[in-house]
T-cell receptor, first 113, second 114 residues
Framework: KQEVTQIPAALSVPEGENLVLNCSFT??????LQWFRQDPGKGLTSLLL?????REQTSGRLNASLDKSSGRSTLYIAASQPGDSATYLC????????????FGSGTQLTVLP | DVKVTQSSRYLVKRTGEKVFLECVQD?????MFWYRQDPGLGLRLIYF???????EKGDIPEGYSVSREKKERFSLILESASTNQTSMYLC?????????????FGEGSWLTVV
């Protein structure tokens, strides 16, 4: 059964700092991995989708990496800003399913001005 | 701009009431999902549907049912609301070929059962 873990659960950093969020998953037979952002009281917004054949995906100040063999992904945020404050979740396909996703519990990020 | 719309953002219902949560997507997606999100438990899948009139149970279907009469609309039904169903409910949709496409979420519906 696929399980997704995100560490740390919460992170507080000063503005301008570069930071890394971690995601690990137990079943490496995945075809992609996604990172999402969730603002308080809102739905999830997709940030990056990495296919299993890729090792990295970049969007602006965000860079996500994927190491399938070790069951890990990282989300790197460069030059963090207060507007980056949100909860970041990763998700991978549920074991044995082509349609369902298994989500981590997220990392709550606070960027202090 | 793609959109998943949840008709009710905030609801307060009494124990035992029948509750309908409606979700509409405008992207002609085949797959639609209902999740609930609780602190410390993350997102848990209640039901999903991959076609009109088709439905499959997720991880926590007890106490819920769903309806998909039209491709764009997926309804979550609480037959007899209970206080432990107080939660945030998220609807989502994705295209059939989900392997290469992302999933889109609505803004969420906060349900309080008193």
């Amino acid at each position: 059964k696929q399980e997704v873990t995100q560490i740390p659960a919460a992170l507080s950093v000063p503005e301008g700092e570069n930071l890394v969020l971690n995601c690990s998953f137990t079943d490496s037979a995945i075809y992609n991995l996604q990172w999402f952002r969730q603002d308080p009281g809102k739905g999830l917004t997709s940030l990056l989708l990495i296919q299993s054949s890729q090792r990295e995906q970049t969007s602006g100040r965000l860079n996500a990496s994927l190491d399938k063999s070790s069951g890990r992904s990282t989300l790197y945020i460069a030059a963090s800003q207060p507007g980056d404050s949100a909860t970041y979740l990763c998700a991978v396909p549920t074991s044995g399913s082509a349609r369902q996703l298994t989500f981590g519990s997220g990392t709550q990020l606070t960027v202090l001005p | 701009d793609v959109k998943v719309t949840q008709s009710s953002r905030y609801l307060v219902k009494r124990t035992g009431e029948k509750v309908f949560l409606e979700c509409v997507q405008d992207m002609d997606h085949e797959n639609m999902f209902w999740y609930r999100q609780d602190p410390g438990l993350g997102l848990r899948l209640i039901y999903f549907s991959y076609d009109v009139k088709m439905k499959e149970k997720g991880d926590i279907p007890e106490g819920y049912s769903v309806s998909r009469e039209k491709k764009e609309r997926f309804s979550l039904i609480l037959e007899s609301a209970s206080t432990n169903q107080t939660s945030m409910y998220l609807c989502a949709s994705s295209p059939a070929r989900a392997q290469r496409n992302t999933i889109y979420f609505g803004e969420g519906s906060w349900l309080t059962v008193v």
